[in-house]
Nanobody
Framework: QVQLVESGGGLVQAGGSLRLSCAASGSIFSIIRMGWYRQGAGYQRELVAT???????NYADSVKGRFTISRDNAKNTVYLQMNSLKPEDTAVYYC?????????WGQGTQVTVSS
């Protein structure tokens, strides 16, 4: 199993920046891909960004050019740098990982962007 612990959420004004972190522990050797999803109030959970073990990244169109996903393999941590934040980015952000046999979610961290 893999355990994920997120941090870095909070309240920020529109145009500001936040960095989310997600630390993985447990069976980290089996991780294939890590990523971030978000769920706004009344909306379905949606993909924000993913990064594979080889470093390939994928972004939702709504965040391209503003968000950057990265990982520190030595620390087993994935980051989401969020710049030029907009009120519509307000959501609970969840860390996700896919392994060779399953997938796991973190507990979520709230990001609120005020206008």
């Amino acid at each position: 199993q893999v355990q994920l612990v997120e941090s870095g959420g909070g309240l920020v004004q529109a145009g500001g920046s936040l960095r989310l972190s997600c630390a993985a522990s447990g069976s980290i050797f089996s991780i294939i891909r890590m990523g971030w999803y978000r769920q706004g109030a009344g909306y379905q959970r949606e993909l924000v960004a993913t990064i594979t073990n080889s470093g390939s990244t994928n972004y939702a169109d709504s965040v391209k050019g503003r968000f950057t996903i990265s990982r520190d393999n030595a620390k087993n941590t994935v980051y989401l740098q969020m710049n030029s934040l907009k009120p519509e980015d307000t959501a609970v952000y969840y860390c996700n990982t896919i392994t060779s046999s399953s997938f796991y979610w973190g507990q979520g961290t709230q990001v609120t962007v005020s206008s």
